[in-house]
């Protein structure tokens, strides 16, 4: 607590110094209080500078979530309320799924510095090192069981947006949930749900983000398949400010997709990137290649085979054929 | 077509010495015997399940498992554990893990039987009851039809 209020200080007073004394007055501890909290953030991997009679300034700051600094400004109604930050986990997906079946709120947020068995579908790996990011958040949608994968679409579309809000980088759908740029992955999304026959119980959607982390770490393989925002901007991108638009934009979306799913639908067309190319789609023991014509009222993929029978797809992995597209 | 005109055609049929009307009407088939029997099917594309396993070989010292046969007639406590929702369905969490279920196994209420995808929505589906694994209706990695019977179990108390 003091230390938020000491960090909130410093960050405040920008490159002038603040005063061993000061700090302890405006935050009601001793000096020696101070000094410890000071060396606490050090730890964190804050860069600070003491200078005898001055006081201390901060000239580095880390790469590092923050809970309050992810609460600062936040405002959401329902996505977040509950927010569990972790160093590290083996995935958010499976924290969140235990902690949905012992009750955790809707809402709940779980955040994860790096994952070390991070998932995609099929057993499928995510890999997952520093300087992304990982969340899932718990849901509890009231709503018919058939309408319940839209809620991977809404959950591209909200990650989509908050890129576009933050990013100066051309980021869209690949149906149902990829976000790419250009054929290249930045974000993924896995959503688990757990259900009676006819009601869910909960479900969890898993989002990965690749923000900052180095091409490098990166299994050579993947390197041609895989972008981050980093490098597609040219710059570091702020992962808290992004983190804080996703659970803003996933909270305005969920509350859409409450109410009509519909909505939720026409904004992933305009997102998306699948529609009106040529694209193969395997699954289901086949593979399919055609024009991606549309999504239908389920969210499923409506695909034209070349004999004009229409196929409606509910999984598999799409490849969208470059230099085909129609008009 | 509503039960009522249903029940006018049979009333219609009694006086008749037709024995047998089949009559289709927007993708709904009714067939007519008189007698007493009376089916209802829809004529909707149906799921072609594909054919039983081929017998293990000898050599081979379990039996081949039993995915992928039509569901057989469910004696009355049998439970038919259903799709929820239209998808892909797959007998383990990834192709390299163990089935989460076997015909024979014992389940308890609530475990896991299979997943079924959709959209990336990966939906645990649970057993209603506890009870044994009498039958693995589909091969996994197949689509499957919302309603369309996945296992059968015999409930045990």
Known sequence: MYKEKILNLLRSSHTAFLSGEELARKTGVSRTMVWKHIKSLERDGFGIEAMPSQGYRITFEPDVLRQNDIKQGLKTKVVGKEIHLFPEAASTNTLAMEMATQGAAEGTVVIAELQTSGRGRLGRKWISPKGNLYLSVILRPDIPMHKAPIITLMGAVAVTSAIRDLCNVPVAIKWPNDVLVASRKVSGLLTEMSAEQDRIRHLVLGIGVNVNMEQNSLPPDLRPLVTTLAAEAGTKINRTELLRQILRQLDCWYKTFLNNTADVLREWEKLNMTIGNRITVSGAGETLEGLAQAIDEEGRLVIMRDDGATRHVAAGDVTILKGARVM | ?157
């Open chain 2, 1 to 157: 077509m509503n039960l009522k005109e249903l029940k006018e055609l049979i009333e219609m049929l009694k006086d008749t010495d037709v024995s047998e009307l089949e009559i289709e009407r927007s993708g709904v088939k009714v067939r007519i015997r008189k007698g007493g029997d009376v089916s209802f099917h829809t004529a909707m594309p149906r799921m072609e399940y594909p054919p039983a396993a081929i017998v293990a070989p000898a050599v081979a010292e379990a039996p081949a498992p039993q995915a992928g046969k039509p569901v057989e007639p469910a004696k009355t406590n049998q439970i038919k554990v259903t799709a929820p929702i239209v998808g892909t369905f797959y007998r383990s969490s990834s192709p390299d893990k163990p089935a989460y279920v076997e015909v024979g196994d014992v389940v308890k209420k609530g475990q896991v039987l299979c997943i079924i995808e959709a959209m990336k929505l990966m939906n645990e589906i649970e057993s209603e009851a506890a009870g044994k694994i009498v039958q693995v209706a589909v091969e996994s990695g197949s689509p499957v039809e919302y309603g369309q019977p996945l296992f059968v179990i015999e409930p045990m108390s």
